[in-house]
């Protein structure tokens, strides 16, 4: 059975600080990998999306690593900034469904 | 597009009473998830659909959950009878095909069974 742990499970950081979320799973056998974003009260923002194949992807100041072998990914974030402020949880696909990690809730503050 | 739409967004019920959360899948996309997220439990997989059809239903909870998709565009998940714990968010899903492409997520349904 797939599971998805992301540590840390909060993080609050000075504006302007680079971090690095991780997220890990249990079984290699995926079809991809999303990082989500989550507002308070909100619904779900796909931020990145992995295929099993690819090695990271890039969005503006988001960077996602993903290294399947040892069942591992990363989110990095450059230059936070307190908008970044939210729940970010990452979610694998080695079936047809996505199953979640526990989301890593982080504070930028200014 | 106008992206998965979700409705109610809000819902207070009675505990015994029929609740039914509806979901609009954006166009074209052939999967569609229904999820529950608590502050206990996370994001759970309740069901999900391809094609109009339910290809897995392991993730609900009990008999008292059913799920419908009679068309692309449109479903339904009800609760009969609910139950004070089943207050959750409920979210739906759709992407355009299975796990192996990206999921978009509606706003959600915020359930309270009193």
């Known amino acids: 059975k797939q599971e998805v742990t992301q540590i840390p499970a909060a993080l609050s950081v000075p504006e302007g600080e680079n971090l690095v979320l991780n997220c890990s799973f249990t079984d290699s056998a995926i079809y991809n990998l999303q990082w989500f974003r989550q507002d308070p009260g909100k619904g779900l923002t796909s931020l990145l999306l992995?295929?099993?194949?690819?090695r990271e992807q890039t969005s503006g100041r988001l960077n996602a690593s993903l290294d399947k072998s040892s069942g591992r990914s990363t989110l990095y974030i450059a230059a936070s900034q307190p908008g970044d402020s939210a729940t970010y949880l990452c979610a694998v696909s080695n079936t047809d469904k996505l199953i979640f990690g526990t989301g890593t809730r982080l504070q930028v503050f200014p | 597009d106008a992206g998965v739409i979700q409705s109610p967004r809000h819902e207070v019920t009675e505990m015994g009473q029929e609740v039914t959360l509806r979901c609009k899948p954006i166009s074209g996309h052939n999967s569609l998830f229904w999820y529950r997220q608590t502050m206990m439990r996370g994001l759970e997989l309740l069901i999900y659909?391809?094609?109009?059809?339910?290809?897995?239903d392991s993730g609900m909870p009990e008999d008292r959950f059913s799920a419908k998709m009679p068309n692309a565009s449109f479903s339904t998940l009800k609760i009969q009878p609910s139950e004070p714990r089943d207050s959750a968010v409920y979210f739906c899903?759709?992407?355009?095909?299975?796990?192996?492409?990206?999921?978009?997520f509606g706003q959600g349904t915020r359930l309270t069974v009193v």
């Open positions: 659909f391809n094609n109009n059809v339910p290809i897995d």
């Open positions: 992995i295929q099993s194949s690819q």
């Open positions: 899903a759709s992407s355009l095909g299975t796990g192996r492409l990206e999921a978009f």
